[in-house]
């Protein structure tokens, strides 16, 4: 049986074989134990529980190797479910509230934050402190600032900063939206939630010159991670830099429901028929992130019913739409919509106006951050499109 060490020493060595660890954080990555962060008590999807209340919990005590080797896989770990709260019958967990990242993403935001050994950052989602480790690691553990909503997740994260020789990072139990103004100003601010809408103090309290990194989406995608640098007048601009898909920050977190709570009223279903691919509008990035942009508050998921069968749902559960289209082996595929908005119709323009400006690419959409909110408009060239303020997301709807 393998040790914390050699299972550390195999786990940085699989980062590094497939180029997912940039060299300058390698120490830190083996040199701060991961384990030492994990909670005794970890969650993992069990398929056989039945339900959508499939999080089983997993004690360090009943299978102490299997917890080992789950700390050290290059994997996310489920440290909380439902707030510390399992709704499920029999302590069974529905939705994931706190974890400690996939390593091959944890190594990637670090990469992406350019931070350099002496800057000041600001991280928001303290989680298990692992992340907060790695950070002070690299850059001394009293410049590095981190935040965490759920009291009894930063108290654990706490104890195991101290426990590894990392007591001087300042875990701060609040919510991270707000940033954290005594410590300010950062170099870097880095959010492991993700968000819909960068909150403006995190641009305020970054140094101008200084960047706030954040996996950003949309109810309809998680579009990436998104870079922003931060200019002299309190504004920051930037862009989606590469791939990300966070749990959301808890004060833009979307409430979740099941489908039978929403799709009802089948009485008043619209019916029509597309030869469009669900995979066309759900399954490719740049055209979900635009569609995300263009058809606000609507999420869309995918049940299979087989490996060429299977239905997209399209809901928006504040107005109660909801939109199906259902795939079948051939098109054209029957399309339902209820509700006071026509789900499918929007997407379906949302898609086709892609289309018409070129196919967009994620990296095309520029993200400006002021006091005024967030603004994103497409570029296609060096200055904002004509179309550019029918793509900004809506802030108060
Ligand atoms: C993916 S986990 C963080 C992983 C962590 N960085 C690590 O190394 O283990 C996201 C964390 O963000 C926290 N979170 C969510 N909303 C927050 C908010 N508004 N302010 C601060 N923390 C928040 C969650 O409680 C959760 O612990």
């Known amino acids: 049986m393998a040790d914390a060490e050699v299972l550390r020493g195999r ?3 699989g980062l590094v074989r497939q180029g997912e660890l940039d060299e300058r954080w390698r120490a830190a990555f083996t040199e701060v134990a991961r384990h030492e962060f994990i909670p005794d008590l970890v969650w993992r999807h069990d398929p056989d529980a039945g339900g959508l209340e499939d999080l089983v919990p997993l004690r360090r005590c009943d299978d102490p190797q299997g917890w080992l080797e789950r700390a050290y896989a290059n994997a996310p770990v489920t440290t909380q479910v439902d707030d510390g709260h ?4 029999g302590g069974c967990g529905f939705e994931v509230t706190s974890s400690a990242s996939m390593p091959a993403v944890v190594a990637q935001m670090l990469a992406a934050l350019e931070a350099q050994p002496g800057m000041r950052v600001l991280e928001i989602g303290t989680g298990t402190g692992y992340n907060a480790a790695l950070l002070a690691h690299r850059l001394g553990a009293g410049n590095v600032v981190s935040v965490e909503v759920d009291p009894g997740v930063a108290e654990h994260a706490r104890h195991a900063l101290v426990a590894a020789g990392f007591g001087a990072v300042t875990v701060v139990s609040a919510d991270g939206a707000e940033g954290y103004l005594p410590g ?11 968000v819909a809408e960068v909150p403006y103090a995190w641009v305020a309290q970054t140094r101008p010159g200084g960047r706030v990194l954040t996996p950003w989406g949309t109810p309809y995608y998680p579009g990436g991670l998104l870079a922003l640098t931060v200019h002299r007048a309190g504004t920051a601009t930037g862009r989606v830099v590469g791939p990300a898909s966070f749990m959301w920050l808890r004060s833009q977190r979307i409430p979740r429901y099941t489908t039978s709570q929403i799709v009802r009223g089948e009485d008043t279903v619209r019916l029509s028929t597309t030869d469009l691919h669900p995979w066309s509008v759900a399954g490719d990035t740049h055209a979900a992130t635009a569609i995300g942009l263009r058809v606000p508050k609507c999420e869309t998921f995918y049940h299979p019913e087989s490996s060429e069968t299977g239905t997209l749902y399209l809901v928006d559960q504040w107005s109660r739409s909801w939109a199906t289209l259902h795939l079948t082996t051939e098109a054209p595929y029957e399309v339902r919509q209820s509700g006071q908005r026509a789900l499918w119709d929007e997407v ?9 400006m070129g ?34 997301f809506p802030r108060d709807e």
């Open 359 to 392: 196919k967009p690419a994620v990296e095309a959409w520029r993200f400006t951050n002021d006091p005024s909110g967030q603004r994103i408009d497409l570029l296609l060239s060096d200055e904002p499109s004509s179309d550019a303020s029918t793509a900004v």
């Open 184 to 194: 300010a100003p950062y170099d870097r601010v880095i959010s492991t939630a993700a």
């Open 11 to 13: 786990m940085v060595e």
């Open 348 to 356: 379906q323009a949302a898609y086709r106006w892609w289309l018409d």
């Open 86 to 89: 399992p709704i499920g019958e």
